[in-house]
Every structure is written in C-alpha cells, then in structure tokens.
C-alpha cells in the first residue's frame, strides 16, 4: 500500500493554511507532515491542529521552512509572490511536489518559479478548482470560435475587501484563455482601467473590471457581447474547500510525474482539449 503523502502547508495560519490543514489531515491519502508561518507569527510554537480546530495533531508550526520541507513528499502554497518564489527554490532543493495557488506574481516570480521546476514538480494555477478550469477551457473554445471584430470580451470579478491583487489570479487565468483562443497575447490587448473620455472600444481588446468588498469568496463572468446577443459563461466560489481540495489533488497527482512545471488542466486531464 502506498505511504499517505507527506504534505507541508504553509501559511497554515491564515484562513486558507486552515482549511488545508482540516483537509488533509482528515483526508484519505495525505497527512500534515509540517506547517509554516512568517516570522513573528502568534502561531509559532502552537500545534497547528488546535488552530485550525481539530484539536492536537502533533504537528507545531514553525518559521524554518528548511527543516519543515525534510523528509516531506510535497508542499502546498497559498501565501505571497515573494514567499512562493523562496519556496519554489527550496522545493527544488528538497526534490518534492509544490503546489502553487499564489496569485499576483510578476514576470520575474513566474520566471524563477519555472527555473525551479527543472527540479522540482511544479503545479501552479491561478484557481485550483475544477471548475473554474472548465470554463477557461469554454472560455476559450467561445474566443476562438467568435470573431474579434464582431464579438467584445469583457472579464468581471468580485472578491473580498481584503484581497490586495487586481486583477485577480483567476480573471486573468480566463482573460488568458480568451486571448489563446484568439491567436493573440494578452499583455498586448488588455484593458484594466477606463476612466473619463475613453473613445470607443477598440476591437480586438480584452477588458477587465474588479469589484471588492464583503466577504465574496469569488465570483467571475466572462462577458462575450456581440451586435443583438451576449454570451455569459460563470463561476461562483461559494466555499474556500474547492481551492483546497484542487491543490490536494493535484499534489497527489504529481507526486509520480518528472520534475516539470505544470498547470491545472494538467491535473484534471483537460489540457488536450483546450
């Protein structure tokens, strides 16, 4: 029988370190093997079980993500760029599974990330549900099957107040999609911002627009306006456990694979129909 995987969690602290610890601890296949927080954290020394309401697991949670990532099988990553992208050098070293759910990460991040997946089995995504990665399949079998000239895309989100990157991580996992349907690079066509006299819209262009406030776990539409009709393909996030039960997956999935950097659609056997 296989040994249950050996999972760290870092983060563990935050609202969706909890809900990861509460999965995998109760989960078939996978248990806590550590769990990380930043420094100066009122989590330290505390068992991370009894922080996440399960009560002692024996698992204490630690600042030095070194000795957290020995003898571990895999990490699972929900934090910050700059965190994501030390743990992805460390994964490497330790040669074990990392997944990332970070979103607002920049070029360089993305680009350091990828160097450590030479070494390491990398699965990043900007949504780890199943989901949401459907519909950035849809979303881009729509693009690429209405034309640009006559058909306007528009990508709407809404998450909490507390949320601090905008676009967020799945938005612009769809506009992505959008534009790999239209043959085109999104860096080049989007729009984040209209404000005052804008003139018309440009054809070809893929627009965003953020909301924020409450506790909206996440909501997003992709707007596809033609002259007469409009086609809306939408998600609703109505529990973080879809986040996390995505990223036990998907380190489940990778614990065998070659060191590579991989995506959602990789996991859920959708890359090649995309």
Known sequence: MTEPMKLVVVGAGGRMGQTLVRL??????????????????????????????LGPIGVTVTEDPLSAFLHADGVVDFTSPASSVEFAGLAAQARIVHVCGTTGCSVDDDAKIAAAARHARVVKSGNMSLGVNLLSVLVKQAARALEASGWDIEVLEMHHKHKVDAPSGTALLLGEAAAEG???????????????????????????????????????????????????LSHSAGDRTIFAR?????????????????????????SQSN
Do not use: C, N, Q
């Not at 995998?24 to 309401?53: F, N, Q, Y």
């Not at 990778?254 to 990789?266: E, F, H």
């Open 24 to 53: 995998i601890h109760g989960g078939e296949g996978t248990v806590v093997h550590a769990a990380v927080e930043r420094p100066g954290s009122p989590h330290l020394g505390k068992d991370i079980g009894e922080i996440a309401g």
């Open 182 to 232: 239209r043959g085109i690079t999104l860096a080049d066509h989007s729009v984040r911002v209209r404000d005052g006299h804008t003139g018309a819209r440009e054809d070809g262009t893929i627009g965003f627009a953020t909301l924020r406030g409450g506790s909206v776990i996440g909501e997003h539409s992709v707007v596809i306006a033609g002259e007469g009709e409009i086609v809306t």
């Open 246 to 270: 995505g990223a036990i997956k998907a380190a489940l999935w990778a614990r065998d694979k070659k060191p590579g950097l991989y995506s959602m659609l990789d996991v859920l056997g959708l």
